[in-house]
């Protein structure tokens, strides 16, 4: 698989790359389905929870295009938020039937991730940052860090 990955690569273009979501509420959410009021003069107390990442892949049908949409979403005390960062690509074949979910989730795990990290990165920190004045790091994401294979 890993010569066929490596193949693939030098075949594939990012294309475009942005933001699809960002979501953010200020305060928790109660048992009664209601969120607290925090004001702007207020800091809310506590930490969010270290993010958690969904990965979705979409091939463009009778193209030779996919997007790799990674999203992540982190919930505390202090509030909650939801940033979702997508990439186009294109590869060098006519159309997708050389596809298959195993080779684009080996680059979408590999390589695709490395491509949208900053951008999440960025976007996660100056959304929770603006909205709940707290900071967050996402840290380094290596090639491989995130697996979503089960």
């Known amino acids: 698989m890993r010569n066929v990955l490596e193949t693939f690569v030098k075949e594939v273009e990012l294309n475009d790359i942005g933001v699809y979501e960002i979501v953010v509420h200020r305060g928790q959410l ?20 270290e993010p958690s990442f969904e990965l979705e892949i979409v091939s463009v049908e009778d193209a030779n295009q996919f997007l790799i949409r990674l999203r992540a ?5 202090s509030g909650e938020v939801a940033v979702g960062v997508q990439a186009e ?9 050389d596809l298959n979910q195993d080779l684009l989730l080996s680059f ?5 991730v490395m491509a949208i990290a900053p951008y999440m990165r960025h976007q996660l920190n100056y959304a929770v940052s603006t909205v709940l004045g707290l900071d967050m790091n996402l840290g380094l994401l290596k090639p491989g860090t995130l697996k ?3």
């Open 89 to 97: 690509f294109t590869y060098g074949s006519d159309g997708n039937e």
């Open 73 to 77: 979403s982190a919930a505390g005390k």
């Open 148 to 150: 979503f294979r089960e």
């Open 108 to 112: 979408a795990e590999e390589v695709g």
């Open 30 to 49: 109660g048992e009664d389905g209601t969120r607290e009021i925090v004001g702007p003069g207020e800091n809310p107390e506590g930490e969010l929870s």
